[in-house]
């Protein structure tokens, strides 16, 4: 599976932006898929994740009620909506399936899109 994601950018503090995830693969509706990030000198962060066919979501507690991910499998494709984003967001967004996503070892990632919040 590859993954690729789309949308990041710069926005403003309690601003909005939807992420998206395009995977290639007749496999991927069988894999769960996560989103996680990195911010310069920081480690990778967890962020959410949902089951293969959407029935079940996690998140982490820094994203609980701003990011809602979601998923659709006729289109091979995964979003985080991320709303009332803070600077503090600011970071590096990754796209990841399959493996242990929560225990942050997933078997497949992304390379990444740029999510910049300004104050």
């Known amino acids: 599976v590859q993954l690729v994601e789309y949308g990041g950018g710069l926005v403003q503090a309690g601003g909005s932006l939807r992420l998206s995830c395009a995977a290639s693969?007749?496999?991927?509706?069988?894999?769960?898929v996560g989103w996680f990030r990195q911010a310069p000198g920081k480690e990778r962060e967890y962020l959410a994740s949902?089951?293969?066919?959407?029935?079940?979501?996690w998140y982490a507690d820094s994203v609980k009620g701003r990011f809602t991910i979601s998923r659709d499998n006729a289109k091979n494709s995964g979003y985080l909506q991320m709303n009332s984003l803070k600077p503090e967001d600011t970071a590096v967004y990754y796209c990841?399936?399959?493996?242990?996503?929560?225990?942050?070892?997933?078997?497949?990632w992304g390379q990444g899109t740029q999510v910049t919040v300004s104050s």
């Open positions: 949902i089951s293969y066919n959407g029935d079940t979501t």
């Open positions: 990841a399936a399959g493996g242990l996503i929560r225990s942050g070892r997933p078997s497949y």
């Open positions: 693969g007749r496999a991927f509706s069988t894999y769960a």
